[in-house]
């Protein structure tokens, strides 16, 4: 059908948009940095270094995927309002709900990409693992297969960029994901000195989960955004994103607290007391609503779960996905309703 063409289209020319942005590059770079340094940094807890190196790392690679899609997401919409360039769009005519869908589809492809790309260094050097001791050996396969995906990615990557014209930070996003997922892979099946290893043993899908579960977040934050640009501004998007994330983080602190007070104090109260409108009722009527509105990001958060070694359940899983593919609907829903009487001509 023609709107499945249409949002292909649109969808493809938003995600090779984004991958050519500077920012993306930044983030990489970042947060490749950030990651591989972790891990000496680690070896100073006097504890349990890996948990750390977890932490870390996970953190880090939530922090350049929410920032990424803050900054991608703010100016997909509004930019092409800005430029007019959407006229010639919805004068194809496209239906706006097409645009505004497309247009997250290729947001979210772009941070899913580089979010894989983070993924897989970070597994890699968790799969190296911290060294406590001079006696720890290096892992040679993790340094072998992920230093040569590396530096095949920017050699190649100039290479290109300076032959070609291809844009080097889409190349690098692009090629890196790939080559490091193979590294990945074949580094998998090897000991620390190239001896055989089980992959029961080598592989982490419990981080994997935890993973996931972070892109689930980072595509919340660019559905918000998308949502947000169709009627404000750069700066006021990036400001009701930043405040819509804080609040969720301490969403348990804020609402959830205060509702489970609220509750024991009804159920001590004497029936013939208690009243639907009265101000407890109220109260927790409100804090109720709050708490559905605002997202709760912590539910997306499960990097604790990995360092205490707690098995993520799939009941756990089949609640929190639901949970942020929902926000997501509903946050693409507000957007296209705005856009749908937005000026842009």
């Known amino acids: 059908m023609a709107w499945i063409e249409q949002l292909f289209a649109i969808c493809r020319n938003t995600f090779l948009e984004c991958i050519r942005q500077p920012v993306a590059l930044v983030a990489i770079v970042v947060g490749l940095l950030f990651i591989v340094l972790s891990n000496p940094f680690a070896a100073f807890t006097m504890q349990d270094d890996q948990q750390m190196y977890v932490d870390i790392g996970m953190s880090t690679i939530f922090t350049c995927g929410a920032i990424l899609a803050a900054f991608l997401a703010t100016g997909v919409v509004n930019r092409e309002i800005e430029n007019r360039t959407v006229l010639t769009v919805v004068s194809k005519p496209v239906p706006r709900p097409v645009f505004v869908l497309g247009k997250y589809l290729g947001v979210a492809l772009a941070i899913a990409s580089v979010t894989l790309w983070l993924a897989m260094v970070f597994m890699l050097v968790e799969l190296h693992g911290t060294m406590p001791t001079v006696r720890t050996p290096w892992h040679q396969p993790v ?43 074949v580094s998998l099946p090897f000991k620390p000195d190239w001896a055989a290893e089980q992959l029961s043993r080598s592989f982490r899908p419990e981080l994997w989960k935890a993973i996931g579960m972070l892109l689930l977040a980072e595509l919340v934050l660019a559905s918000i955004a998308v949502a947000a640009s169709t009627r404000l501004g750069q700066v006021l998007t990036l400001l009701t994103v930043l405040g819509l994330f804080i609040l969720g983080l301490l969403s348990d602190w804020l609402f959830a607290r205060r509702l489970e007070q609220i509750t024991d104090l009804m159920a001590k109260l004497p029936q013939e007391q208690s009243r639907w409108f009265d101000a407890l009722h109220l109260e927790w009527g409100t804090f109720k609503a709050l708490q559905a509105i605002v997202p709760n990001f912590q539910l997306f958060w499960l990097a604790d779960a990995v360092t205490q070694k707690r098995p993520i359940g799939a009941d756990y899983l089949l609640t929190a996905l639901p949970y942020g593919l929902a926000l997501i609907a509903v946050s693409l829903a507000a957007g296209t309703l705005l856009f749908q009487r937005r000026e842009v001509g």
Request: hydrophobic share 65%; no cysteine.
């Open 143 to 185: 340094l072998t297969f992920g230093i040569s995906a590396l530096a095949v990615t920017f050699i190649a990557a100039t290479w290109g960029n300076f032959l070609y014209g291809w844009s080097f930070p889409a190349s690098v996003v692009g090629l890196g994901a790939i080559l490091l997922a193979v590294a990945y892979l």
